[in-house]
Structures are given as C-alpha cells and as structure tokens.
C-alpha cells in the first residue's frame, strides 16, 4: 500500500470505527489495559471481551464484572457503584502473614511476625470488621492514629493476642483511655511519637496504677521515595531523633518504667516504589532496636511502618506508580536485616510488626461508572473550497491535500500559521461566521490526518506529542473525582481505568475523562502506561440505542445511547475515608460480594447519600427548603406567573429530588 493510501485508510479508521472491529482480540485489551501487571491475581478478561473478577485468586472460581454490574442496577443499586470483594481483602491478609511466614522459616527466624491494620486507610465499618474476622487465624491487630480511631479498634478488636498500636498526636485522655485498654484484654502499645509524651506516659501511669507498654517512633536518617520521602529525616512530622530517643529513655529510667519501653516503630513514607530504601532504612532500624536493648529498654516488638507499595501501573518498576519487588522479596529483607543485626550483639530478636494498609486494602475495591455523553473531534471530510471563498481557506485546504509522511511536520505549522489568521481576520470583521466554521472544520481534519501518521512513527517529535491529547474525545462521566478519587486530583495518583466490557472490540477513540462537577480539576486525564504515564485513555465509541418496536412502552432514558461502564480499579486505600463533598455529590452506592459455590451473595448493601442527607451536611433542613418552595409556588399562582398543574409538577419533582441519589440516573 502506497504511503498516501496508508493516510487515507488511517483517517477513514477514524470515520468508520467498526472498521477493524473483528481484527481486535482480547490478549490486545490485557496488553493495552495492562490488566496483567496490576490485576494479576483478581482481574483478568474472558472470552466474552467482559472483565472478570477472580475474588479468592487461584483458589476459587471468577465472577463475570459487567454481569454482576447489570445484576446490581436491577437490585435498584445505580451507579457509580463501588464494589467490594471481602475474598480479596482475606486474600491480602493471607497473602502478607504467608510471606512472612516463609521468610520466618526459610532464614530460621526465631521470632514471629504480627500484622496490623492502620485504619487511617479505610475506616468503614464493614471492612474493619471483616478484617478483624479474616486476620484471627494470624493474630492480626489494627492501628489508630486518632481518638476516633481508637474508640473504633477498641470497640472492635476482639482478637487474643492481636495487637493495638496506637500512633498519632496524643492528649492525656488517649493515653490513659490505651493504657486502661489492658483491663479488657487488648494489648495496646503507646508509641512515643513526641518529646511531651513521655511524660503523659509517666503521669498517666503514676495516676492509674497501671503500667503502660510503650513504643518510640524514631525519625530515621534513611530517606524514603516518590512524593512521602520526606516521612522520615530531621524534619519529618512525627518521631524522635536520636537525643530525644536518649533522654526518653533516661526519663523512663528515673520514672523506673524502663521495663515499660518494648517497641521501636518507624516509617519512611507509604508506597515505597523501591526496595533499596526498604534495606536501608531497616538495616538503620535493626541497628537502633539493639542499642536500646543494651541501654536496658525490655525491647520486644520492631514495628517497620507501612510503605509497602501496590503496583498500580503494572510496571514492575521503581515509578512511583509501581514497585520493583514482591511482597515476598519486601519480608525477606526485613526478616534478615533484624535476625543478622541481632545475632551480631546477641540480643534476642523481636516480634516484627507491620502497618500495611495499601497493599491490604487497595485491591478489594472496583469503582464502576457510566458514561453520559462525549464530546470527540471527528471532523468530516472536507469539502474542496470554490475560487470565490477566502484565500486563507483554499490555502489551509491546498495544506489538507498535500499533507504526506514527508511532510506532515510543516503542514502541522502551516495549519497553525492559517488557523491564526482567518482567527484574526475573523476579529476584524473581514472573515465571516460561516468561512471561519468550515476552517476550523478544515483544521481538525489536518490534525487529524497527521495524527494517523503521527502514529505510524517510530520517533514522534516534540512539537508534535501533544496532538494525540489534542484530539482526544472527553467522555464524561457519572461520578466526582473528589468524592472517589481524590489523590488523583490532589496529588496525581495513577489508578488502573479500563472498560469492562466491549474488550473483544477495538477501542477506537482517545480520550480524557470529565466527571459530574462544575470544577476543571473535575477530571482524569493521566493514565498508566508501560513507560511513564500516557494522557489519554483507549476507549469505544458510544454505540446509539435501537429503536424500540412501536407497540412497546416508550422510555426515556438519560442516555440516548447504549450502557458503555468504565470501572476504576485498586483505590480500596485511602480514597472513600478522603473524599469531600464538591459540588455536594456523596458517597456512591457500596455492596460487599462474597464469593459462594453458587456464584456470590451480597452480605452488605450501603446506599449513597441521597440529598436530602448532604444537604444536611451543610446544615439545610430539608423540610424547611420545602416549605419555601411550596410557598413561592403559592405566591406565583397568586401572581398568575405558573398554573395549578406546574405548581404541582415542580413541588412533587423538587420533594423527589431530595430523595434521591446525588448522581445522575442511567
């Protein structure tokens, strides 16, 4: 095929979408999704090009995502709608206290190994619970950075054994409610994050009567990655630095509390990308936790903070985004650095604990959304201009025309020179509206012709990688990135977006997403990719509804198109307890799945917020908004400015409205 021939195909692709529909299989979606690398033991895609949800890994069977999706709505469950799988949360569980259970054998580790929950990452009540219920086998605590996090684990932990950490800013009230907690059987451990603790601790002692475990949180000189590095270091928000650990512990001493001090804790920030920081800072860690054994501290627990990374683009690498080890590499090299460290100076080694909280909760949660309409930049094939028409216009066509492989980097420029111009003449009033339409027409369909060329090259050039984002489509879509995804606002986190059916079709359109708010940060316009991060998603062009058969009941959906639902996958950590409330969209509709031999059931139904309940939250009643509209109604009827039977319609739609769920119906 000749090179103008290549051109033309190319740009008919994109006027013809299902030009190359049979071609595509879904072993091309798994390597374009990257489903693979993030997904891989859960997500997974079936002969029917659907997404496929495996809850229990390898060890049971697989639901059908796009199935179950349609089964959910007919529950009258609408979207957005995040689904949790309580298999895959045991599984992580298992999974974390498995590895370190080989890494304690296979380097004949005499200690043991003690996981906790930091709740700080999902604090949802249903989660905790089942937590709590799948970590029993493992003696599985939780942690509590906060007063309310306390009342939570104290509450809820019922585990023999387990562990209660308890970080965070602390007020006297925290530690004497954490102290007492040993009546109850729990085990809590204060740790020691400020200089003004201690004496808390002592106090707190002295007027209780009960002798409290405590732990220190050391600032370490390792520094972590990515965007928490700076957790750890001098100037790290919580911790003691080395004089501070030194005059703790003579504080200790006098108040003959030493015996009290049995955990060391540190943390050098979440989603640690690179195992080399893991070494070092355990290896300075190891080092700390046997001088204080020597100083006389009754050291028993060496708690390694969280950190422990997903790998959210699939890359193995160490990106920010991912990670370059296992969770098997990530407990050998703690388990080795404490055993080496203390058999150096004979000290006993101790029990390890970790806070992992991403790497346990992330993957548990899908967030599945509709698409509501798009807006895309196909142009038409443009029409040849007459010899009456502007000149600008016949040159931006004659550009059209001769754009080549040889030359498609100048008529790009030329494009641009031409654009401006009839632009500006248009200002002075020597262009008309009509002329200046069919040149902008003309403009899209040069980019676009360049951009199948642009595709076909091996080396794109700078001037012109950003075309693809230029004529992207934006597909918008029916949640609010704030309230479900806020780190991918706020601090640009990368989590796996991909549709959950069609995947047995080319996805023929590029495009960004826009969510529901009338805010431009309301967006999603970074998306993983094997290298970096790419700025558009590969998506399916809206397929339109069939006509219904004239004797059927005529509805009248939002949508004039067919159901296209886009699901956002590993966001399980931080993002339902992060999320505000902008433009007063609230929480989505949540359901637990529990895998069965049967299919799955739905052990837990969590409805959104309706209106009525985030009008609250901004202190309006919502009986008195009624009241007021009820009587304006009655003043427009006086007014004769509405009839009886609007009048009836706008109070019986308002009353509905504060009823319903803040997203938009489908």
């Given at each position: 095929?000749?090179?103008?021939?290549?051109?033309?195909?190319n740009?008919?692709?994109?006027?013809?979408?299902?030009?190359l529909?049979?071609?595509?299989?879904?072993?091309?979606?798994?390597?374009?999704?990257?489903?693979q690398?993030?997904?891989?033991p859960?997500?997974?895609?079936?002969?029917?090009?659907?997404?496929?949800?495996?809850?229990?890994?390898?060890?049971?069977?697989s639901?059908?995502l796009?199935?179950?999706v349609?089964?959910?709505?007919?529950?009258?469950?609408?979207?957005?709608?995040?689904?949790?799988?309580?298999d895959?949360l045991?599984?992580?569980?298992?999974?974390?206290?498995a590895?370190?259970?080989?890494?304690?054998?296979?380097?004949s580790?005499?200690?043991?190994?003690?996981?906790?929950?930091?709740?700080?990452?999902n604090q949802?009540?249903?989660?905790?619970?089942?937590?709590?219920?799948?970590?029993?086998r493992?003696?599985?605590?939780?942690e509590?950075?906060?007063?309310?996090?306390l009342m939570i684990?104290?509450a809820t932990?019922?585990?023999?054994g387990?562990?209660?950490?308890c970080?965070?800013?602390?007020?006297h009230?925290?530690?004497?409610?954490?102290t007492?907690?040993?009546?109850?059987g729990?085990?809590?451990?204060?740790v020691?994050?400020?200089?003004?603790?201690?004496?808390?601790a002592i106090?707190?002692?002295r007027?209780?009567?009960v002798?409290?475990?405590?732990?220190?949180?050391?600032?370490?000189s390792?520094?972590g990655?990515?965007?928490?590095?700076?957790?750890?270091?001098?100037?790290?928000?919580f911790?003691?630095?080395?004089p501070?650990?030194i005059?703790?512990?003579?504080?200790?001493?006098?108040?003959?509390?030493?015996?009290?001090?049995?955990?060391?804790?540190?943390h050098?920030?979440?989603?640690?990308?690179?195992?080399?920081?893991?070494?070092?800072?355990?290896?300075?860690?190891?080092?700390i936790?046997v001088?204080?054994?020597?100083?006389?501290?009754?050291?028993?627990?060496?708690?390694?903070?969280?950190?422990l990374?997903v790998?959210?683009?699939?890359?193995?690498?160490n990106?920010?985004a991912?990670?370059n080890y296992?969770?098997?590499?990530?407990?050998?090299?703690?388990?080795?650095?404490?055993?080496?460290a203390?058999?150096?100076?004979q000290?006993p080694v101790?029990?390890?604990?970790?806070e992992?909280?991403?790497?346990?909760?992330a993957h548990?949660?899908?967030?599945?959304?509709?698409?509501?309409s798009?807006?895309?930049v196909l142009p038409?094939?443009?029409?040849?201009?007459?010899?009456?028409?502007?000149?600008?216009?016949?040159?931006?066509?004659?550009?059209?025309?001769?754009i080549?492989?040889?030359?498609?980097?100048e008529?790009?420029?030329?494009?641009?020179?031409?654009?401006e111009e009839?632009?500006?003449?248009?200002?002075?009033?020597y262009?008309?509206?009509?002329d200046?339409?069919?040149a902008?027409r003309l403009?899209?369909?040069?980019?676009a012709?360049?951009?199948?060329?642009?595709?076909q090259?091996?080396?794109?050039?700078?001037?012109?990688?950003?075309?693809?984002?230029?004529?992207?489509?934006?597909y918008?879509v029916?949640?609010?990135?704030?309230?479900?995804?806020?780190?991918s606002?706020?601090?640009?986190q990368?989590?796996?977006?991909?549709?959950?059916?069609?995947?047995?079709?080319?996805?023929t359109?590029?495009?960004?997403?826009?969510?529901?708010?009338?805010d431009?940060?309301?967006?999603?316009?970074q998306?993983?990719?094997?290298r970096?991060?790419?700025?558009?998603?590969?998506?399916?062009p809206l397929?339109?509804l069939?006509?219904?058969?004239?004797?059927q009941?005529?509805?009248?959906?939002?949508?004039?198109?067919?159901?296209?639902?886009?699901?956002?996958?590993?966001n399980?950590?931080?993002q339902?307890?992060?999320?505000?409330?902008?433009?007063?969209?609230?929480d989505?509709n949540?359901?637990?799945?529990?895998?069965?031999?049967?299919?799955?059931?739905?052990?837990?139904?969590?409805k959104?917020?309706?209106?009525?309940?985030?009008?609250?939250?901004?202190?309006?009643?919502?009986e008195d908004?009624i009241?007021?509209?009820?009587?304006?109604?009655e003043q427009a009827?006086?007014?004769n400015?509405?009839?009886?039977?609007e009048?009836?319609?706008?109070?019986?739609?308002y009353?509905?409205?504060?009823?319903?769920?803040?997203?938009?119906?489908?």
């Amino acid at each position: 095929m000749t090179e103008p021939s290549i051109v033309a195909a190319n740009l008919e692709i994109e006027h013809n979408d299902s030009a190359l529909v049979k071609r595509w299989t879904i072993e091309q979606s798994e390597e374009l999704y990257r489903i693979q690398g993030w997904g891989e033991p859960y997500f997974s895609i079936n002969a029917a090009g659907h997404v496929t949800v495996s809850p229990q890994a390898d060890r049971g069977g697989s639901l059908d995502l796009y199935e179950l999706v349609n089964a959910l709505k007919q529950r009258n469950l609408g979207l957005p709608l995040l689904i949790r799988f309580s298999d895959i949360l045991e599984d992580r569980i298992e999974r974390l206290n498995a590895c370190f259970a080989k890494a304690i054998a296979r380097y004949s580790y005499p200690g043991a190994y003690r996981g906790v929950f930091p709740t700080k990452c999902n604090q949802q009540r249903h989660l905790i619970e089942d937590l709590v219920r799948f970590g029993k086998r493992h003696q599985f605590g939780l942690e509590a950075g906060s007063k309310p996090e306390l009342m939570i684990a104290l509450a809820t932990l019922d585990t023999p054994g387990a562990l209660l950490v308890c970080n965070g800013y602390k007020d006297h009230e925290y530690i004497e409610t954490a102290t007492l907690a040993q009546r109850l059987g729990h085990i809590p451990i204060i740790v020691l994050e400020q200089a003004e603790e201690v004496e808390m601790a002592i106090e707190a002692a002295r007027k209780l009567g009960v002798k409290p475990i405590l732990g220190i949180r050391a600032k370490l000189s390792t520094k972590g990655v990515g965007r928490w590095g700076n957790s750890a270091g001098d100037r790290a928000k919580f911790g003691l630095k080395i004089p501070e650990i030194i005059q703790a512990v003579e504080k200790l001493r006098q108040a003959d509390m030493l015996d009290c001090l049995q955990l060391l804790h540190y943390h050098i920030g979440s989603q640690i990308s690179a195992i080399s920081v893991i070494k070092d800072a355990i290896r300075e860690a190891s080092q700390i936790y046997v001088e204080l054994a020597r100083l006389g501290a009754n050291m028993q627990y060496l708690d390694v903070g969280g950190g422990l990374a997903v790998d959210y683009d699939g890359s193995k690498t160490n990106f920010y985004a991912s990670k370059n080890y296992s969770m098997q590499n990530y407990a050998n090299d703690i388990v080795v650095e404490v055993k080496e460290a203390c058999e150096e100076r004979q000290i006993p080694v101790p029990t390890l604990v970790s806070e992992s909280g991403q790497a346990i909760a992330a993957h548990q949660s899908v967030l599945v959304f509709d698409v509501l309409s798009t807006s895309d930049v196909l142009p038409d094939l443009p029409e040849p201009p007459s010899p009456q028409d502007p000149l600008l216009l016949r040159n931006l066509y004659e550009t059209y025309e001769s754009i080549s492989v040889d030359n498609y980097q100048e008529a790009y420029h030329d494009a641009n020179q031409f654009k401006e111009e009839i632009i500006s003449k248009f200002g002075f009033g020597y262009i008309s509206l009509p002329d200046r339409a069919r040149a902008e027409r003309l403009y899209w369909a040069c980019c676009a012709k360049i951009l199948a060329i642009v595709r076909q090259q091996d080396y794109v050039p700078d001037d012109l990688e950003d075309l693809e984002k230029i004529m992207a489509s934006i597909y918008y879509v029916n949640f609010s990135v704030f309230q479900s995804a806020p780190d991918s606002w706020a601090i640009d986190q990368l989590f796996p977006i991909m549709p959950i059916h069609r995947l047995d079709e080319e996805p023929t359109r590029r495009a960004t997403l826009a969510d529901l708010t009338c805010d431009s940060d309301g967006k999603v316009d970074q998306f993983i990719d094997l290298r970096d991060i790419k700025y558009v998603l590969e998506l399916h062009p809206l397929n339109p509804l069939e006509p219904q058969p004239p004797d059927q009941p005529v509805n009248q959906p939002v949508n004039q198109h067919e159901p296209y639902y886009l699901a956002m996958f590993l966001n399980g950590a931080y993002q339902e307890v992060m999320g505000n409330l902008h433009n007063l969209f609230g929480d989505t509709n949540a359901v637990h799945i529990k895998l069965t031999p049967k299919g799955y059931q739905i052990e837990h139904v969590v409805k959104g917020d309706t209106m009525t309940e985030v009008l609250s939250y901004v202190q309006y009643d919502s009986e008195d908004l009624i009241e007021k509209i009820r009587r304006r109604t009655e003043q427009a009827l006086q007014d004769n400015q509405i009839t009886l039977q609007e009048a009836r319609l706008l109070l019986q739609n308002y009353e509905h409205s504060l009823s319903r769920y803040t997203y938009l119906s489908s």
